[in-house]
């Protein structure tokens, strides 16, 4: 049984869901979540207490309490990865590559620190405000709701925390009930490496379940990361509050004609069959200049053969494990399928095997009937991806930004000219020169546009979204501390 924790008690009763493996379909244990009720008065205890004990721990005991969780993550590597493994499906190395990143998030705290300053301003700059001057300083909300997917639950989950109780938030964490062991477990340490109890509450409620919640005033900021829709019926469930938005996206890479193929191509389909392919940053469509592209092709079809192993993540030379459960690979074959009724063509996969593997795809599409193609329109989370011949950047940079979405872009050339011109035209939150799109590397801040997100999130970028602006003035007015000439 996988309880939730609220600020100090791990629950003891509450409704039950079910949690399997992605692996094998096997039950790997209970999810207890707690009444509406039992949460709000957590969120009551976490606004009237918690919220204050966190902020009257000095900062730097907060660090100290994130490098003991550094070091107890350190310690725990192997049942975390294990944890990654079986919850979430994930070959060794990428569970292994989260633990690490986690880790590193929590080392590079100080640097968040040092942006948790203020500005001084002079009361001169106007004739009312003479003798009086101002500061404009940064304070915590309060009460922080963290929401996080099911593709990194345990480096998002640290990677909101750490923003969040850094400047002095009390935190009220929703992870995925797809895999919410890595976090819970990530909790447990953070406790147990001194952090006040109070102060923090994870629960396993249904997204759906929560909106309610979301919605009470002491509730100051929230931070989601999941999808577009979800981002849209939290916006309209919490009402007007702070927010940091990662959402939904699936990244074009544009290839022009004097890009290096051979590591083009390699980058490409690692963007591509990476978490078998449930990434918000995964490259979901190829837009290849004409007189390079049937050579780009080739050199990504031979790709694929080389990179792409699908099987049992347990095993070692496994590139793509499975996918989170079966609907997604229903859906995945649902939009190929209507992709070639559209006219698309087959290059690579296709092959459903059993109820959450699949053969990473590759469809060539022309490029008049892409708006037709729920590939094209929609993220598809899963290992899909279009590859279309274009005439130039400037259609690449047309059909890239008519999508809806806009995180990340990859550009692959030599021509600082030309990649100059891609990163002032292209509609996105990050562009990746001559490499594919990574979020979780930690250290670039990563943030989308249009459906794809609202604000950035990163060291020193995701404490502004939850640390709110005080101005103070001080009024000397009459005490002769300054002499002005007026
Ligand atoms: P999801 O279905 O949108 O769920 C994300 C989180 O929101 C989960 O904890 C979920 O809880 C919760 N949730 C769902 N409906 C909710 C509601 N009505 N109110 C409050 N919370 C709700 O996304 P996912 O399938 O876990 O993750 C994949 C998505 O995340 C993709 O679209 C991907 O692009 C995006 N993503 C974006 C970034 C980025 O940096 N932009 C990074 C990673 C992932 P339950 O599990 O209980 O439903």
Same mark, same amino acid.
């Given at each position: 049984m996988?309880?939730?924790y609220l600020?100090?008690d791990?629950?003891?009763?509450?409704?039950?869901?079910?949690?399997?493996?992605?692996?094998?379909?096997?039950?790997?244990g209970?999810?207890?979540?707690?009444?509406e009720?039992?949460?709000?008065?957590?969120v009551?205890?976490?606004?009237?207490?918690?919220r204050?004990l966190i902020?009257?721990?000095?900062?730097?005991?907060?660090?100290?309490?994130?490098?003991?969780?550094?070091?107890?993550?350190?310690?725990?590597? @192997?049942?975390?990865?294990?944890?990654?493994?079986?919850?979430?499906?994930?070959?060794?190395?990428?569970a292994?590559?989260?633990?690490?990143?986690?880790i590193?998030?929590?080392?590079?705290?100080?640097?968040?620190?040092?942006?948790?300053?203020?500005?001084y301003?002079?009361?001169?700059w106007?004739?009312?405000?003479?003798?009086?001057?101002?500061?404009?300083?940064?304070?915590?909300?309060?009460?922080?709701?963290a929401?996080?997917?099911?593709?990194?639950?345990?480096?998002?989950?640290?990677?909101?925390?750490?923003s969040?109780?850094?400047?002095?938030?009390a935190?009220?964490?929703?992870?995925?009930?797809?895999?919410?062991i890595?976090?819970?477990m990530?909790?447990?340490?953070?406790?147990?490496?001194?952090?006040?109890?109070?102060?923090?509450?994870?629960?396993?409620?249904?997204?759906?379940?929560?909106?309610?919640?979301?919605?009470?005033?002491?509730?100051?900021?929230?931070?989601?990361? $999941?999808?577009?829709?979800t981002?849209?019926?939290v916006l309209?469930?919490?009402?007007?509050?702070?927010y940091?938005?990662?959402?939904?996206?699936?990244?074009?890479?544009?290839?022009?004609?004097?890009?290096?193929?051979? @590591?083009?191509a390699?980058?490409?389909?690692?963007?591509?069959?990476?978490?078998s392919?449930?990434?918000?940053?995964?490259?979901?469509?190829?837009?290849?200049e004409?007189e390079i592209?049937?050579?780009?092709?080739?050199k990504?079809?031979?790709?694929?053969?080389?990179?792409?192993?699908?099987?049992?993540?347990?095993k070692?030379?496994?590139?793509?494990?499975?996918?989170i459960?079966?609907?997604?690979?229903?859906?995945?074959f649902?939009?190929?399928?209507?992709?070639?009724?559209?006219?698309?063509?087959?290059?690579?996969?296709?092959?459903?095997?059993?109820?959450?593997?699949?053969?990473?795809?590759?469809l060539?599409?022309?490029?008049d009937?892409?708006?037709?193609?729920?590939?094209?329109?929609?993220?598809?989370?899963?290992?899909v991806?279009?590859?279309?011949?274009?005439?130039n950047? @400037?259609?690449?940079?047309?059909?890239?930004?008519?999508?809806?979405?806009g995180?990340?872009?990859?550009?692959?050339?030599?021509?600082?000219?030309l990649?100059?011109r891609?990163?002032?035209?292209?509609e996105v939150?990050?562009?990746?020169?001559?490499?594919?799109?990574?979020? $979780?590397?930690?250290?670039?801040?990563?943030?989308g546009?249009?459906?794809?997100?609202?604000g950035?999130? $990163?060291?020193?970028?995701?404490?502004?979204?939850?640390?709110?602006?005080?101005?103070?003035?001080?009024?000397?007015?009459?005490?002769?501390i300054?002499?002005?000439?007026?």
């Open positions: 996988y309880t939730s600020v100090g791990w629950i003891r009763e509450g409704e039950k869901r079910k949690d399997y493996t992605p692996i094998d379909g096997g039950f790997i209970y999810l207890l979540y707690p009444s009720e039992r949460l709000r008065e957590a009551h205890i976490l606004y009237e207490k918690g204050w902020r009257n721990t000095p900062g730097e005991e907060r660090l100290e309490i994130l490098d003991n969780a550094a070091r107890m993550l350190q310690e725990h590597m @192997d049942e975390l990865t294990e944890a990654l493994v079986y919850d979430a499906g994930k070959t060794y190395s990428a292994k590559g989260e633990v690490q990143a986690s590193e998030r929590l080392r590079r705290a100080p640097l968040d620190l040092k942006k948790i300053g203020g500005e301003i002079p009361g001169d106007s004739i009312q405000t003479l003798e009086s001057e101002g500061i404009v300083r940064r304070e915590p909300y309060g009460v922080v709701a929401i996080t997917p099911f593709n990194y639950p345990l480096y998002d989950t640290v990677m909101k925390i750490v969040s109780i850094l400047p002095g938030n935190v009220l964490l929703k992870p995925s009930n797809k895999d919410p890595a976090p819970l990530f909790v447990k340490i953070l406790i147990e490496a001194g952090f006040p109890k109070e102060s923090i509450s994870i629960t396993l409620t249904p997204g759906s379940k929560l909106e309610p919640v979301l919605s009470d005033r002491r509730i100051h900021a929230v931070l989601l990361t $999941g999808s577009s829709e981002g849209k019926k309209s469930a919490a009402g007007i509050k702070s940091l938005m990662e959402l939904g996206g699936g990244d074009p890479a544009i290839v022009l004609k004097d890009a290096d193929l051979d @590591d083009a390699a980058k490409i389909v690692k963007g591509m069959i990476s978490y392919g449930q990434r918000c940053d995964a490259i979901k469509i190829i837009l290849a004409k592209y049937d050579e780009l092709k080739d990504i079809l031979s790709e694929l053969k080389k990179q792409v192993k699908v099987g049992d993540p347990r070692p030379d496994t590139t793509v494990g499975p996918l459960d079966s609907s997604t690979v229903d859906k995945a649902e939009a190929v399928n209507q992709a070639l009724a559209h006219g698309a063509k087959l290059l690579y996969g296709g092959t459903r095997k059993g109820s959450t593997y699949m053969t990473p795809v590759l060539e599409a022309e490029k009937i892409l708006d037709k193609l729920t590939v094209y329109k929609e993220e598809i989370f899963a290992p991806t279009l590859i279309v011949k274009v005439d950047l @400037d259609e690449a940079i047309r059909i890239s930004n008519r999508r809806k979405y995180l990340d872009a990859a550009v692959f050339s030599k021509n600082v000219e990649i100059r891609a990163i002032r035209f292209l939150g990050a562009v990746y020169i001559n490499d594919y799109p990574r979020h $979780g590397i930690g250290y670039y801040p990563y943030g546009r249009k459906d794809s997100g609202i950035i999130e $990163g060291i020193g970028y995701s404490i502004n979204y939850v640390t709110s602006y005080k101005t103070i003035v001080y009024n000397y007015k009459g005490a002769k300054w002499d002005y000439l007026v």
